[in-house]
């Protein structure tokens, strides 16, 4: 996701976005299943509450930056 985001940045061509919006559909589910394999841990829960909230802030963020440079308002560096 992360790689398919600054691609899109640095390049300004929409397909670098496909594996980020891809990524975004997977994370939730992907991570509620982890959360299920540690429901007799709450310290482990803890700590992926602690990595959701993480990845939250980060993709709120990301998808900023996506939409601004959608709009043209960050310069491709290519």
Wanted: aromatic share 12%; hydrophobic share 35%; no cysteine.
């Amino acid at each position: 996701m992360e790689s398919a985001k600054r691609g899109f940045i640095v390049t300004g061509d929409e397909t670098f976005l496909l594996p980020y919006l891809d990524g975004t559909k997977l994370f939730e589910p992907e991570f509620r299943a982890l959360y299920r394999l540690v429901d007799d841990s709450p310290s482990q829960q803890e700590r992926l509450k602690q990595v959701y909230a993480g990845y939250r802030e980060s993709e709120e963020y990301d998808s900023r930056v996506i939409a601004l440079a959608a709009q043209g308002k960050l310069t491709p560096l290519s």
